[in-house]
Each structure stands twice: as structure tokens, then as C-alpha cells.
């Protein structure tokens, strides 16, 4: 019975989409979390999601390379590709958001934390889907 738990742990955590969820999970805490005190600190809207997005897209580059995607080739030349499909990627994603974020918290009125939680989910997924099929394929 306990070997056939350890099992299925184990495959469950090989699979790509549970780590992708995982660290994704993570990198949306630690987001949220930056967002949220530049928030309480003061900062705008766009401010405080810029440095939010900086740190998270750092920390995200890493875990997806190494344990999301399992990108083993460390070389320069291939890791540089990879970095800059991933930020021009994360840019990407990074206006979505922003726009949304304004849209909800500057002309809706909407609670800034809130929207941010909310944008974290189109985030997710625009995220995901860019990694999967143009960054580390």
C-alpha cells in the first residue's frame, strides 16, 4: 500500500503540468506578495506590478530551466535563447496584465489586490503556453 503511494507521488511529480502549477504557484505567491507591499508602501498601480513582475520573472526563469521544463543544455549560447524568449514572453504577458490591472483598479474602481489575484490566472496561462511552445521546446 505505501510503495503504491510513493508511486504515484512520484508520478505525479514527474509530470510537467503538476511542477509547471507548482512553481507557478510560487512564482504567483511571491508576485502577489512584492505587489501587494508596494501596494501598502504607497506605490502605483503600474510601479509596484513592474517591480513585482522584475523579481518574479527572475526567480520563474530558474525553476522553469531546471525543474519545470527540465532544459538540461546550460551552454550560453542556448540559455541566452532561452532568456530572451522568456522575457519577451514575460513582456508579453507583463503589458496583459498591466493594461487589465489598470483597467480594473483606475477606471472600474476595483480593489488593486484583488485584480492582481484575478490577472494572475490570464497570467498563468499566457505564461505557460509561451514556455511550453516557444521557450524551452
Not at 514572453?89 to 480594473?104: H, S
Request: include cysteine.
Amino acid at each position: 500500500m505505501i510503495e503504491s503511494i510513493k508511486k504515484l507521488i512520484e508520478k505525479i511529480i514527474k509530470k510537467e503540468s503538476f511542477r509547471y502549477l507548482f512553481f507557478g504557484g510560487l512564482t504567483t505567491l511571491i508576485s502577489i506578495i512584492i505587489y501587494s507591499v508596494c501596494i501598502l508602501a504607497g506605490l502605483s498601480v503600474a510601479i509596484a506590478n513592474t517591480i513585482s513582475t522584475i523579481i518574479a520573472i527572475s526567480f520563474a526563469f530558474c525553476v522553469n530551466k531546471i525543474w519545470v521544463f527540465e532544459s538540461r543544455d546550460l551552454s550560453a549560447k542556448t540559455t541566452r535563447g532561452e532568456l530572451i524568449r522568456f522575457i519577451a514572453g514575460r513582456g508579453a504577458a507583463y503589458v496583459i496584465e498591466t493594461a487589465l490591472l489598470v483597467l480594473m483598479v483606475d477606471v472600474m474602481n476595483l480593489h488593486p489586490i484583488l485584480s492582481k489575484n484575478f490577472t494572475q490566472v490570464v497570467v498563468i496561462v499566457l505564461n505557460y503556453l509561451v514556455s511550453k511552445f516557444l521557450v524551452f521546446r
